[in-house]
Antibody, heavy 122, light 107 residues
Framework: QVHLVESGGGVVQPGRSLRLSCAASGFSFSGYAMNWVRQAPGKGLEWVAFISHDETDKRYAESAKGRFTISRDNSKHTLFLEMSSLRIDDTAVYYC???????????????WGQGTLVTVSS | DIQMTQSPSSLSTSVGDRVTITCRASQSISSFLNWYQQRPGKVPKLLISAASSLQSGVPSRFSGSGSGTDFTLTISSLQPEDFATYYCQQSYTTPYSFGQGTKLDIK
């Protein structure tokens, strides 16, 4: 059974940094691309970042470019999101989501963690 | 970037109703369109991929159709557990984008 568990969220001041982690189990982590998707309180879903299974391809939403870095440690089955220069509007629940990419569908977010809440506030 | 627009944003419905949600892309995305369900306080769940392919375990009352720029999600007979928010998402190209969501609530 696929299991994704995010951690690292919390309250942080604007301009500071935070590192999120996502521990994966129940599937061959090194064989899947992964994503981060966020949801501001009471709002819709927003894709944040993508990383290929072997880290050779990384992509970011415009809102994350230059401030967020996605990475992974396949030996530890863990996905990361390093966030810097945090802003008030980065406040959201951050979900890690497995990428169920196949040619017919391309990226789907086929399994999700429970999310970790990041609150940016002074 | 591709913009996804859903309509309606919200819908008051009843158990047993047939519901159709539409999703429009700002440019052609072929059939690279997925639908997600998010129940209140829960994690999003993938329902349909590639516009019309039902995920394993998803009830057959859910169906999807469309290609190019216009897509629909249909629930043939609403059940109590279907009252949720539904999102479309294009997987044609990054940045991946979601619609703003359609919330179904009880009339």
């Amino acid at each position: 059974q696929v299991h994704l568990v995010e951690s690292g969220g919390g309250v942080v001041q604007p301009g500071r940094s935070l590192r999120l982690s996502c521990a994966a189990s129940g599937f061959s982590f090194s064989g899947y691309a992964m994503n981060w998707v966020r949801q501001a309180p009471g709002k819709g879903l927003e894709w944040v970042a993508f990383i290929s299974h072997d880290e050779t391809d990384k992509r970011y939403a415009e809102s994350a470019k230059g401030r967020f870095t996605i990475s992974r440690d396949n030996s530890k089955h863990t996905l990361f999101l390093e966030m810097s220069s945090l802003r008030i509007d980065d406040t959201a629940v951050y979900y890690c989501a497995r990428d169920g990419w196949v040619a017919a569908t391309r990226t789907t977010f086929d399994c999700w963690g429970q999310g970790t809440l990041v609150t940016v506030s002074s | 970037d591709i913009q996804m627009t859903q309509s309606p944003s919200s819908l008051s419905t009843s158990v047993g109703d047939r519901v159709t949600i539409t999703c429009r892309a700002s440019q052609s995305i072929s059939s690279f369109l997925n639908w997600y369900q998010q129940r209140p306080g829960k994690v999003p769940k993938l329902l349909i991929s590639a516009a019309s392919s039902l995920q394993s375990g998803v009830p057959s009352r859910f169906s999807g159709s469309g290609s190019g720029t216009d897509f629909t999600l249909t629930i043939s007979s609403l059940q109590p557990e279907d009252f949720a928010t539904y999102y479309c998402q294009q997987s044609y190209t990054t940045p991946y984008s979601f619609g703003q969501g359609t919330k179904l609530d009880i009339k």
